[in-house]
């Protein structure tokens, strides 16, 4: 009698354990604009590194994120931020809204992907450059742009999408990327000549590329992986990096000041500055921040890094409420409507 009483027991016990693990494990809430398709995969290798930790996901553009992270800055919802704009983190760190932790293996990655300042409260994961998508098949006698100022001669006109860029950190990066390589004055005359060639401001970092890779638009301004992308899916496009170089931003990771799951937030942090990680973003990103382990995909364009420009994040976050404030006061007009 007392082996079955042992046996039935430890029967119930193994069958509670699963639960039992399951309501152990810390809920780890993480705001991103992560594409759709990457949050399954990055789930599963956070909680494979980190066992005790359950990813809850919430999603939005660049744009939305941001906005609603300083929103919530009274009362923050959101444990971690991870895969989101530096110059994003940027903002909520000059707020106090971040906690200060270097993770484990940060002093690994190269310098540009680690938070130069201290208190030391971001860490950089991958980068994403702007990029010309131009439709040869669509070209007829139009040569392809060279140059970012080849895009305002007279027969581009109504032929361009860019993403806009209050809504896309693409968009953004690109604007920056102008004003910062240009001069701000020379920046500003080179997007008004730009506007009258645009077609429409897309609420999409990719959605121009895609335009332009089907044929709907001879010239879409996106993401440079992207590009790679369609060009690979067999669209008749080239994927140009201009000669005056482009602009760039990179996705970072950091700890909310106010997590009350500091622990759990603090072992996810190490893991996205590992090799291992870094290789999960070398799948969506050619440019990661751990040395050796980018993975640049078919039809990437060569030289990528090196026409990366000087990129000031500490600028992109100090002034992009000016730059978009300016920006929609000048091409709101063009923009499409939200979906």
């Known amino acids: 009698m007392k082996t079955w009483t042992k046996f039935a027991l430890a029967v119930a016990l193994g069958l509670a354990a699963p639960g039992a693990a399951l309501a152990d494990k810390t809920k780890v809430t993480i705001y991103t604009a992560l594409e759709n398709d990457q949050l399954k995969p990055f789930k599963a290798a956070i909680e494979t590194a980190v066992p005790d930790a359950e990813v809850v996901w919430v999603r939005d553009s660049t744009g939305v994120i941001t ?15 991870v895969g989101l704009a530096a110059s994003s983190l940027l903002m909520f760190k000059k707020a106090g809204l971040l906690e200060t932790y270097r993770p484990a293996g940060a002093d690994k990655l190269k310098d540009v992907f680690r938070d130069a300042k201290d208190p030391y409260a971001w860490t950089g ?28 001669k007279p027969e581009f006109k109504g032929k361009i999408v860019m993403p806009h860029p209050a809504s896309s950190g693409t968009g953004y990066l690109m604007v920056a990327g102008w004003l910062q390589s240009m001069g701000e004055a020379e920046g500003w005359k080179f997007m008004d000549g730009l506007h009258e060639n645009i077609a429409a401001y897309l609420h999409s ?21 992207r590009g790679a992308a369609e060009k690979t899916k067999g669209a008749p496009i080239e994927v140009i990096l201009p000669t005056e170089g482009v602009g760039w931003e ?29 290789r999960l973003f070398a799948k969506t990103y050619a440019i ?10 078919a039809n990437y364009p060569a030289g ?20 978009l404030a300016e920006w929609s006061k000048r091409y709101e007009s063009k923009a499409a409507p939200k979906k």
């Not at 906005?67 to 931020?81: G, I, S, T």
């Not at 990661?288 to 995909?297: I, L, T």
């Open 67 to 81: 906005a609603r992270f300083l929103a919530e800055k009274d009362n923050p919802r959101a444990d971690m931020v």
């Open 125 to 152: 994961m991958d980068a994403y450059l702007g990029a010309v998508c131009f439709n040869t098949a669509e070209a007829g006698e139009i040569a392809p742009p060279k140059s970012w100022k080849d895009l305002l």
């Open 205 to 225: 970092g990719s959605a121009p590329c895609v335009q332009a890779a089907r044929g709907e638009q001879l010239v879409g301004l996106a993401l440079d992986m």
């Open 250 to 278: 990179m996705e970072a990771s950091a700890i909310v000041k106010s997590s009350k799951n500091l622990d759990a937030a603090k072992k996810i942090a190490d893991w996205v500055a590992t090799e291992d990680a870094n």
């Open 288 to 297: 990661v921040a751990y040395p050796g382990a980018d993975n640049p995909p």
């Open 304 to 323: 990528a890094e090196k026409a990366m420009i000087k990129n000031d994040l500490g600028w992109m976050a100090d002034n992009r409420e000016r730059v």
